[in-house]
């Protein structure tokens, strides 16, 4: 994707969030560690030019709650997560950069428990690569892009990389 | 509240145990402050609890007592979700009962992953950690070593006073007989904090010039040693140091070296006053200076208690190597 | 009259070819050493060519069995930790002919039948010479003396609360005035115990930043002073066991340049290992440090400066001669935190492959280290009143000679010893020179 792809993606997405949800009363968007943070950030701008409200943004480190954890070797660096409001009845959506085994959304639900009692919880990705290993399903995506395992893909945003692009990363002959 | 702009710079943790604060990069440092910062977060939700360590267990084994130490580890280790066990040994039951390795073996034996232990002879920790595959935390060893305290009093600098590098950290009290002291040093040093010690010369350790200390200034007298201190942390004193010899009285104490609102006057303005606890109000802390403005006493409890959080994160992982 | 009582080897025994060092007689020339019937025949260029028996030494330093007038040997009472024959047997590997074993057995040697019962075990299951060492002070209690005289008679060849200081100054002043009317010396541990309060090390920085009690140097000179002032003022012989301080030294000089009675002992250890020793075995990486218990003695290992006086003394002659104070421990009692650990090394095997080290390096001539290990230590305790020519390869001494290779390479392997006490801070080293044979009473005890 380019940077234009980017561009309109997250412009649809805000649209859908609008018409799917009657507004954006009572939606809070959450962004996780790292990507999904200023892509959350950049979805809430866009609804505030669509709708004219504040749409409260937080974030959210999953470290502590992952369940591959006994398989890596080193800790991941931990973030401080932020939710400015409660969020007991509200409308949360989660928003990622890249949506794979559906793991990292398990433990963000887990973490978001800790907060509160949503509403309702939905899923906004920018780049869906299919291979879901449990029952999870963004509400919104940007684009769908079949993988194989072995294929990486890579998001790189102006706030984290300095530019903004999706590229699809295939392997190096493996020694 | 400010969110933190940029990750640390990818430092690493290789340490298996944490026995002192001696074997740390500044890099390993700050990666722990920066870990608490993120636990302290945890601690703050309405549901303080993460699964990290569910199925783990976390055994303090503790040869001195200690209310708040350990209670800090024990709340430590069931907000990361482990299951915790504590172990209180008398030291009575030790001199007719099993060795130190062989109740250690034992809590192996029984599934433990991770060992807080406190113990009265410096060094202890040292020797089970050569002889178990557990991760090892000191919680304090004789005069030795307290690595926790020393961390967390580096996390509660952090947050009120930002870099350390150049502040001016008096300690005063019984230096000879203090790990708290002595891990404060190490730690503060590495990040460039200046220190003074301060306190009598019957209670100085000897040979501070010598061998592998880290450069450290010494003082006797506390009205001169205070003067501009950004932090100011007093020791506890024990009274047994009366009977041998060390001290006159605890009068000659008072007068010398407790902090008042007349001392703390000389130090910055925004000094904090610092104590590990449990303050003995009177002598080395004058009653009003205990709960003053600039006294962060009660938070270095609560601190305690994310710091501790970071430390079993940073220890648990796979792979984790050395010491 | 040598109350040993080993068997001695009857037929002629010739050591030929090797250079013989004898630092009594001022020998170091090329030939045989000559034994029979348990003593030294004859000493000089190929006397031993018609012996029965002969034992190829060229390449080797000959010299007189080696002497350990400080050493544990344990028994009665902890034969966990070493007995007689373990202990004789360490000696032998070592190089040495003759021990006297300290008396902090259990029950201590206070009295003449243990004294008596120590030499008749020797006899029975000895490798090499034991000369039992008595107590000072019944049951080592530092109050009351102990029949000095009828232990004397008994076998006891000194008198010491080794492992205790002799705190009492009267009592020492008492003891020295007795046991000089004996000709006998008193060997004290010296050590303040108001000063050394519970140290478990040396005062110092290493201590600190261990965070362990240390005990100050001052605590180990101030009871030299004193024992130097009770010789003068007795006239009795005192022996200053395992001196390791640089301002003991410093006394110590000075009380031999007024030709005061006193002398002195260094240990091995005490010349090559400083206090670091207990916070870094060799090879640990930079900031970690741990707590070595095998680097804990008593004396304390002490600074750089300490162990190059140490070094310097005993080539001058300040200390008399080298003891090993070979502690033997077992496994469990350095197996532990450091305050609760046994203090001690287990140094028979090793005493003189590392002071070998010194002559290396040229801190010690080859004469210098032969003579402390022989004829030094036996005048120090005149120990050849009672054995003649005892150190020496005097024609009429005891058949007792070591062979030394200088070259030899070797790796301290305390899994090997034969001493029960594997505890030694020096395992692992490398080392350069050792005995290859020994003869104790002109039977060969042990041979690489």
């Not at chain 1, 412009?11 to 892509?39: D, Q, S, Y």
């Not at chain 2, 890099?27 to 977060?41: G, K, S």
């Not at chain 2, 073996?105 to 089970?128: D, F, K, N």
């Not at chain 3, 790796?411 to 029960?420: E, G, H, M, N």
């Amino acid at each position: 994707m380019t940077e234009a792809d980017i561009r309109r993606a997250l412009r649809r997405i805000a649209h859908e969030i609008i018409e799917r949800n009657k507004g954006v009363a009572e939606v809070v968007l959450v962004g996780m560690h790292t990507r999904g943070v200023p892509l959350a950030h950049r979805l809430a701008q866009i609804l505030r030019e669509f709708e004219g409200q504040e749409v409260p943004v937080g974030s959210l480190d999953i470290g502590l709650h992952r369940d591959d954890l006994p398989y890596r070797g080193t800790r991941p660096t931990l973030h401080r997560s932020h939710i400015p409001v409660d969020i007991d009845h509200k409308k949360v959506i989660l928003v990622d950069d890249v949506l794979y085994t559906g793991r990292s959304i398990r433990a963000a639900l887990d973490a978001l428990m800790d907060y509160g009692r949503p509403a309702q919880v939905q899923l906004a990705v920018l780049v869906d690569r299919g291979h879901r290993e449990l029952p999870i399903r963004a509400d919104y995506v940007g684009k769908n892009v079949p993988t194989s395992r072995q294929e990486e893909v890579q998001v790189r945003l102006q706030e984290v990389d300095g530019r903004d692009e999706v590229v699809l990363v295939r392997p190096q002959g493996e020694g | 509240m400010q969110e933190k702009a940029t990750s640390p710079q990818a430092a690493i943790w290789r340490h298996r145990h944490l026995l002192d604060v001696d074997v740390l990069s500044p890099q390993e440092l700050m990666l722990v402050l920066d870990t608490a910062d993120a636990m302290r977060e945890v601690l703050s939700r309405e549901v303080p609890r993460v699964p990290t360590l569910r199925g783990t267990t976390v055994v303090n084994l503790f040869y001195e007592p200690s209310t708040r130490t350990r209670a800090s580890f024990e709340l430590a280790a069931k907000a990361l979700g482990a299951d915790v066990i504590n172990i209180a040994v008398e030291q009575s039951s030790v001199r007719k009962g099993e060795s130190l390795l062989d109740t250690v073996r034992t809590i192996e034996a029984l599934g433990a992953r991770v060992l807080v232990m406190r113990h009265w002879q410096s060094g202890a920790p040292y020797l089970v950690a050569g002889h178990t595959t557990m991760h090892v935390i000191n919680a304090g060893d004789g005069w030795h070593a307290h690595p926790t305290q020393a961390l967390l009093d580096l996390y509660t600098m952090r947050r009120h006073l930002g870099e350390l590098h150049g502040r001016k950290v008096v300690i005063v009290g019984d230096i000879a007989h203090s790990r708290v002291a002595r891990s404060n040093l190490w730690a503060l040093t590495a990040l460039g904090a200046q220190v003074v010690l301060c306190g009598p010369p019957t209670l100085m350790p000897p040979g501070l010039r010598e061998g592998s200390w880290p450069s450290v200034e010494v003082s006797y007298n506390l009205d001169e040693a205070i003067e501009g201190a950004d932090v100011v942390m007093a020791l506890r004193l024990q009274r047994e140091r009366m009977v041998a010899g060390l001290l006159p009285s605890l009068r000659e104490y008072v007068r010398l070296y407790q902090v008042d609102e007349k001392r703390l006057r000389r130090a910055s303005p925004t000094a904090l006053l610092m104590h590990p606890g449990p303050v003995n109000e009177g002598i080395e802390l004058a009653p009003e200076v205990v709960r003053c403005a600039q006294s962060v006493i009660d938070e270095q409890v609560t601190n305690g208690v994310a710091v501790r959080m970071a430390v079993l994160y940073l220890l648990t992982q796979r792979g984790g190597e050395g010491g | 009259m040598d109350r040993a009582r080993f068997q001695t080897g009857r037929k002629q025994l010739a050591i030929r070819g090797g250079r013989i060092v004898d630092p009594s007689q001022g020998l170091d020339m090329v030939g045989d050493v000559l034994l029979a019937h348990g003593r030294v025949v004859a000493v000089g260029p190929n006397v031993g060519r018609e012996a029965e028996e002969a034992i190829d030494a060229r390449g080797l330093v000959v010299c007189p069995g080696l002497v350990d007038i400080h050493c544990h040997l344990r028994e009665p009472g902890m034969e966990h930790k070493e007995t007689i024959q373990s202990g004789t047997m360490a000696a032998a590997r070592g190089g040495f002919t003759t021990v006297c074993c300290m008396p902090n057995t259990e029950p201590p040697l206070d009295s003449p039948a243990l004294v008596r019962w120590v030499l008749e075990r020797a006899g029975q299951v000895g490798v090499v010479r034991v000369l039992p060492i008595a107590s000072l002070t019944r049951g080592r209690r530092g109050e009351e003396l102990v029949d000095m005289a009828e232990l004397a008679q008994a076998g006891a060849v000194a008198f010491s609360d080794d492992g205790n200081p002799v705190v009492n100054a009267h009592l020492m002043r008492r003891a020295l005035e007795y046991a000089s009317m004996l000709g006998m010396t008193v060997i004290d541990h010296c050590e303040d115990p108001g000063l050394a309060a519970g140290g478990v090390m040396h005062e110092g920085w290493v201590s600190a930043r261990l965070g362990l009690a240390g005990a100050p140097a001052e605590a180990e000179e101030v009871m030299v002073a004193r024992d130097i002032a009770l010789a003068r003022l007795t006239g009795g012989n005192v022996h200053i066991a395992h001196v390791s301080t640089r301002w003991a030294l410093v006394h110590l000089a000075w009380a031999k340049g007024q030709g005061l009675p006193v002398t002195a002992e260094v240990t091995p250890h005490h010349l090559l290992l400083t206090h670091e020793a207990v916070m870094c075995p060799s090879g640990e990486g930079p900031g970690a440090i741990s707590y070595n218990t095998s680097a804990k003695v008593s004396p304390p290992l002490r600074t750089p400066d300490d162990v190059a006086a140490c070094q310097q003394a005993l080539a001058q002659g300040t200390i008399d001669c080298i003891a090993t104070d070979h502690a033997p421990h077992a496994q469990e009692d350095k197996l532990c935190e450091f305050d609760m650990a046994a203090p001690g090394i287990s140094g028979l095997e090793t005493a003189l492959g590392l002071c070998l080290q010194l002559v290396h390096q040229e801190r010690l001539s080859l004469h210098r280290l032969i003579e402390a290990m022989t004829a030094a230590p036996v005048r120090a305790l005149g120990l050849d009143r009672r054995i003649p020519g005892l150190g020496t390869l005097r024609p009429g001494a005891p058949a007792d000679v070591t062979a030394i290779d200088l070259e030899r390479e070797w790796t301290v392997d305390p899994a090997s010893f034969a001493s029960r006490g594997k505890n030694t801070p020096f395992a692992g080293r490398r080392l350069r020179g050792r005995a290859v044979l020994t003869i104790a009473g002109g039977r060969v005890v042990w041979r690489e």
